[in-house]
């Protein structure tokens, strides 16, 4: 599974690499309000409203020193899957922990 998880995260980049191969705006989904209206004609009322309550730590999957070439963004898509990987992993991991300590006190 690992392995497989790991596969998954290496071939991430294709979602930036391919719609630019074949001269698409950006990544499927991955639009901001403007576009987002553009492509369905309208934005949500709920989505405007929470739009600005998250920001991404990798903005764009970019590093700090602005250089958005297609290997940085690549790398950022492989190091913001890498992260959200081990964070699910951990989260899964304690909360596995905590219920078998219940099952253990039964």
Same mark, same amino acid.
């Given at each position: 599974?690992?392995?497989?998880?790991?596969?998954?995260?290496?071939?991430?980049?294709?979602?930036?690499?391919?719609?630019?191969?074949?001269?698409?705006?950006?990544?499927?989904?991955?639009?901001?309000?403007?576009?987002?209206?553009?492509?369905?004609?309208?934005?949500?009322?709920?989505?405007?409203?929470?739009?600005?309550?998250?920001?991404?730590?990798?903005?764009?999957?970019?590093?700090? $020193?602005?250089?958005?070439?297609?290997?940085?963004? $690549?790398?950022?898509?492989?190091?913001?899957?890498?992260?959200?990987?081990?964070?699910?992993?951990?989260?899964?991991?304690?909360?596995?922990?905590?219920?078998?300590?219940?099952?253990?006190?039964?």
């Amino acid at each position: 599974m690992w392995i497989a998880v790991g596969m998954l995260a290496l071939i991430s980049p294709l979602g930036i690499i391919i719609p630019k191969w074949l001269g698409a705006d950006g990544a499927w989904g991955e639009w901001d309000l403007s576009a987002l209206e553009k492509v369905a004609g309208f934005v949500p009322t709920g989505l405007k409203r929470i739009a600005g309550i998250w920001k991404a730590p990798l903005p764009e999957y970019g590093f700090p $020193s602005g250089n958005k070439g297609l290997a940085v963004e $690549s790398i950022g898509y492989v190091l913001s899957a890498v992260i959200g990987i081990a964070l699910v992993a951990g989260i899964m991991y304690i909360i596995t922990k905590l219920l078998g300590r219940k099952n253990d006190a039964k």
